[in-house]
Nanobody, 123 residues
């Protein structure tokens, strides 16, 4: 059984920082491209960031590029999302996900998902 558990969300003010963590179990993290998605009520789930199996490449949504850094530690089976200069529009539930695809920014191509962690950014 595969389990992804996100943590680190919370309520912050605009300009603050948060680091989200995704702890994986039941899989070997190095075998998966890992992505972070987010979804705000009434909006489509969107790709935020992704990282290749060996951390050789990363991908970011244009809306977060420069403010967010994705990283992974395959030995700890953990993926991180460092978020800086947060904006109210970053408010959403953030999900960690894993895919066997070499690369993907499309949620339908992800096999495993965490339960999500809420990030709320006040103005």
């Amino acid at each position: 059984q595969v389990q992804l558990v996100e943590s680190g969300g919370g309520l912050v003010q605009a300009g603050d920082s948060l680091r989200l963590s995704c702890d994986a179990s039941g899989l070997t993290l190095s075998m998966y491209y890992m992505g972070w998605f987010r979804q705000d009520p009434g909006k489509e789930r969107e790709f935020v960031a992704g990282i290749s199996r060996t951390s050789s490449s990363t991908q970011y949504a244009a809306s977060v590029k420069g403010r967010i850094t994705i990283s992974r530690n395959n030995f700890k089976n953990t993926v991180y999302l460092q978020m800086n200069s947060l904006k109210p529009e970053d408010t959403a539930v953030y999900y960690c996900a894993a895919t066997s695809y070499i690369y993907s920014t499309t949620y339908i191509e992800y096999e495993y998902w965490g339960q999500g962690t809420q990030v709320t950014v006040s103005s």
